[in-house]
């Protein structure tokens, strides 16, 4: 039911950085964890940061930690992503997604709710 709407993507160069947005429709936005996943050219959508409810705890994927920054405004029903140092293999679409778990039968993230995504292109 949760509509959410990406921006921030574009085109940065190596060592760059950018910070991503997401604004979601509703308030319920804010009981749920949340977080950001992508999908590199050829491969599956893999996961990259979370943020618990009340922001409590975040968890991100080995490749951008140090890296990237996740953290939320449940007053604007927002989440963020920030992202520094970027390498040609941090592009691709990421998407917001609200409600993450974990799946049972492969212990990764996985979400309920997702954006349409917002491209991100690092040049060498």
């Known amino acids: 039911q949760v509509q959410l709407v990406e921006s921030g993507g574009g085109l940065v160069q190596v060592g760059g950085s950018l910070k991503l947005s997401c604004v979601a429709s509703q308030h319920t936005f804010n009981t749920y964890a949340v977080g950001w996943f992508r999908q590199c050219p050829g491969k599956e959508r893999e996961f990259v940061a979370l943020i618990t409810y009340n922001s409590g705890r975040t968890d991100a994927a080995d490749s951008v930690k140090g890296r990237f920054t996740i953290s939320r405004n449940n007053a604007k029903n927002s989440v963020y992503l920030e992202m520094n140092d970027l390498k040609p293999e941090d592009t691709a679409v990421y998407y917001c997604?609200?409600?993450?778990?974990?799946?049972?039968?492969?212990?990764?993230?996985?979400?309920?709710?997702w954006g349409q995504g917002t491209q991100v292109t690092v040049s060498s």
């Open positions: 997604a609200a409600d993450v778990f974990r799946g049972f039968s492969t212990g990764t993230y996985e979400a309920e709710y």
